[in-house]
């Protein structure tokens, strides 16, 4: 098996709730269609053709990660439409404010969760080997990339700390705690059975997922444009939030595990949106 592994380190991260509004609440780690979004800028990809063709078929994704503190920020919003600058500025040509120059249009008070010291761990699969080199060769050298690299808001920069496809793997009962990691998703193997990557078809993956401690989320992945609108793909998970892995008396819960991190990995199949 050829997986591509991701080391990253943020400053500061938000991975947006999209259904928070007058608090941004963000997971602990990023969705699926932030590392996608990811992997779409080194690449070069802005449209859904050529190369993006090749990525959404066969692409699997495992996400690991740990923050040191959360941050509760207040931030101004802003909207450009000409109605709410004419009710802060009084006319379209104002721009000044107690005697000072002011962003164009009207802004409301918001406050922000923001993740201090992120550290996370990104596993990548795809079935054409070909095309993980090619991603591996992108991210060592992003000369293709469309955006400065960022994993969440466009100011939530990433330091990558390592880029391998050297990863030994080997399969072993699952026992303890994630280590160095706090958090990752596992797929709802009933709800989302889809979504389940062939390694986690195994005969007691749904006793391990009923087991485990954890919160529900439908999380995003792969979207498509329907009307200008961009539909996206949810995959139904839980969000392992640390703690210890269950015990099965019986036949041990058995994964495949990167012998370097000893982290077993969650893969999630990634699925373009049908319709």
């Not at 070909?130 to 469309?146: D, G, H, S, T, V």
């Not at 193997?189 to 401690?213: A, H, I, M, V, W």
């Not at 444009?225 to 949810?234: L, P, Q, S, T």
Request: with cysteine; net charge negative.
């Amino acid at each position: 098996m050829k997986v591509l592994k991701l080391k990253i380190f943020q400053p500061t991260a938000h991975y947006r709730i999209p259904f928070t509004f007058a608090r941004k609440h963000t997971y602990p780690i990023p969705p699926y269609s932030t590392v996608i979004g990811l992997i779409c800028n080194v690449l070069g990809i802005e449209r859904q053709d050529g190369d993006f063709e090749k990525l959404k078929n066969g692409l699997s994704i495992a996400i690991y990660g740990k923050y040191k503190f959360l941050n509760r920020e207040y931030i101004w919003l802003r909207t450009l439409s000409k109605e709410e600058h004419n009710r802060r500025f009084g006319y379209p040509e104002n721009r000044i404010i107690d005697q000072m120059p002011e962003h164009p249009g009207g802004q409301i008070p918001a406050r922000i969760d923001v993740l201090e010291n992120v550290n996370l761990l990104i596993y990548i699969k795809h079935e054409d080997e070909k095309f993980l080199e090619k991603m591996k060769n992108a991210f060592e050298n992003p000369e293709q990339r469309i955006y400065p690299l960022h994993l969440g808001r466009a100011e939530d920069l990433v330091v990558f700390e390592g880029i391998d496809d050297e990863i030994k793997i080997e399969k072993k009962s699952l026992y303890g705690k994630l280590e160095n990691y706090d958090f990752t998703w596992l797929v709802d193997p009933e709800r989302g059975e889809k979504y389940l990557d062939e390694s986690l078809k195994c005969e007691n993956y749904k006793e391990f997922f009923k087991k485990t401690q954890g919160s529900y989320h439908l999380i995003t992945s792969f979207y498509k444009i329907v009307e200008e609108i961009r539909v996206f793909e949810y995959i139904p998970v839980k969000l392992f939030e640390g703690g210890s892995f269950p015990l099965y008396f019986g036949k041990p819960f058995e994964f495949i595990f990167d012998e370097k991190e000893n982290i077993p990995l969650f893969f999630a199949k990634m699925i373009y949106p049908e319709g």
